[in-house]
């Protein structure tokens, strides 16, 4: 069970921290696309269905690694799986309250592809972090 807990952990490390470098360049890249695309979806009713499908998708593999994160027991990967778990709950209550959030993206204006800048310079240090703690769990140090 440690073997595979310790692939798992490997596995989703390097998937997620692929994932959040790529996909924050790409918000870099393409702010002011970003931009448009949510002043676009803050026009509608319903929250966008890309950021549920993501958010599920985390749940999917997170709850599995606040599992695997007892066998053996690790400080580090239990608090990595709270710490998913907290960003789930987050992302999750600004899609229940979609029309205020929409409301705020509508009043932001000019200022949105800062904030989707800002948003992608963020993925990037994170996925950043997420290597490092694959590089923590490859060389058995805590």
């Not at 595979?4 to 393409?30: D, E, N």
């Not at 890309?50 to 999917?60: A, E």
């Amino acid at each position: 069970m440690e073997n595979f807990a310790q692939q798992w952990f490997t596995a989703y490390y390097l998937t997620l921290g692929t994932l959040l470098v790529s996909y924050g360049l790409y918000l870099i890249a393409k702010r002011y696309e970003m931009a448009e695309y949510l002043i676009d979806r803050s026009n509608h009713s319903e929250p966008p269905r890309m950021f549920r499908s993501i958010l599920k998708y985390f749940l999917l593999f997170t709850l599995p690694g606040l599992a695997l994160s007892f066998y053996p027991f690790s400080w580090v990967e239990l608090l990595f799986s709270i710490w998913c778990l907290i960003i789930i709950f987050t992302v999750g209550q600004l899609l229940v309250q979609w029309p205020a959030v929409a409301a705020q993206i509508k009043g932001i204006g000019d200022e949105l592809p800062k904030k989707v800048r800002f948003v992608g310079f963020n993925f990037i240090s994170i996925g950043i972090v997420v290597y490092l703690l694959c590089y923590l769990l490859l060389t058995g140090t805590e």
